[in-house]
């Protein structure tokens, strides 16, 4: 990791970081829609597919960050959607500037075993699993709060009690990938067919996935080409329930202890199912 990027990095978890984010959200539109989730909750794979039905052509890597780009790189990319929008990417909070989302959000049990692998991967963390935990838990490891108040911001926006924003989880768009991608679609104002949808997820399978990772020369600051195995892969297995097999009971209840609001908001039992509660 470069030492520009631990300088960025470091900065993102200060108080600098608030005028950078502030400059970051400069020249939105209120056509513009955001991709939004806490990191390691799907958003890149949903950008795939949302790329390939909205452009009927092949998504890469640089074809995604280029036009779904993340916040603060979204000035001068084509508008996607037919009302004249931009499609931006966003791990963010809620904002008021956002005007119009789709998030998606994943059990926090899956989502911290995920950034926990992903982090140490690249050696951006020094901590054991047990000390990353309460960090993730209690305070600010990656820039953008814990996933509790997280997910709180945008459930409980002013987006949420109107037809502006899309909650979706991931494990719908892993378990039913169609007809979750299809209320996406609609939701954009894009009208797309079953077999264009089909297309998409066949396409971005996990496998084919990581053949487009293999060929991009880099990611997130590190090279697919010279990675080994799936440690350092960011395109990882995107497991649903994972967190079964490798948390201890003491760890799934320190999670629920300081998470278990968001997750009975969002449907997600203590078992790890799905509750009929709905997402509000």
């Known amino acids: 990791m470069s030492v520009l ?11 600098l970081r ?8 400069r020249g939105l539109t209120p056509e513009d829609v955001f991709i ?23 998504a890469g890597f640089d074809s995604v960050n280029h036009l779904i780009p993340d916040v603060g790189r979204h000035r001068g990319i084509p508008a996607l959607l037919p009302a004249g929008g931009r499609l931006i990417k966003t791990h963010e909070a809620y ?7 789709v998030y998606i959000v994943r059990d926090v049990r899956d989502v911290v075993l995920s950034e926990f692998d992903y982090e140490s991967a690249r050696a ?42 899309l909650m979706i989880k991931f494990e719908d768009l892993r378990a039913r990938t169609e007809e979750t991608l299809a209320a996406v679609t609609q939701f954009l104002g894009v009208e797309v067919d079953g077999a264009a949808i089909r297309a998409a997820i066949t396409n971005n399978s996990v496998h084919r996935m990581r ?22 892969r960011f395109i990882r297995n995107g497991s649903i329930g994972g967190w079964r097999a490798r948390l201890s009971g003491d760890q799934v209840r320190l999670i629920e202890q300081y998470a278990g609001f968001g997750l009975a908001r969002l449907g997600y039992s203590r078992e790890g199912s799905p509750v009929a509660v709905g997402i509000p």
Do not use: C
């Open 211 to 232: 053949e487009k990772e293999d060929r991009t020369s880099d990611i997130d600051g590190y090279s697919p080409a010279r990675a080994n195995g799936d440690g350092t």
């Open 95 to 101: 904002r008021k500037v956002y005007q119009r989302a």
């Open 124 to 165: 951006r963390i020094s901590e054991d699993f047990e000390t990353f935990l309460m960090l993730s838990l209690r305070s600010n490891v990656n820039g953008y709060g814990s996933w509790q108040e997280h997910v709180l911001s945008w459930s409980s926006s002013p987006l949420a009690a109107t037809d502006s924003l």
């Open 36 to 58: 939004a989730s806490y990191p390691r909750s799907g958003s890149t794979w949903l950008r795939f597919l949302l790329l390939e039905l909205l452009t009927r052509d092949t």
């Open 18 to 25: 608030v005028p950078l984010v502030w400059l970051r959200h």
């Open 5 to 15: 990027r631990q300088l960025r990095r470091r900065a993102s978890r200060t108080r």
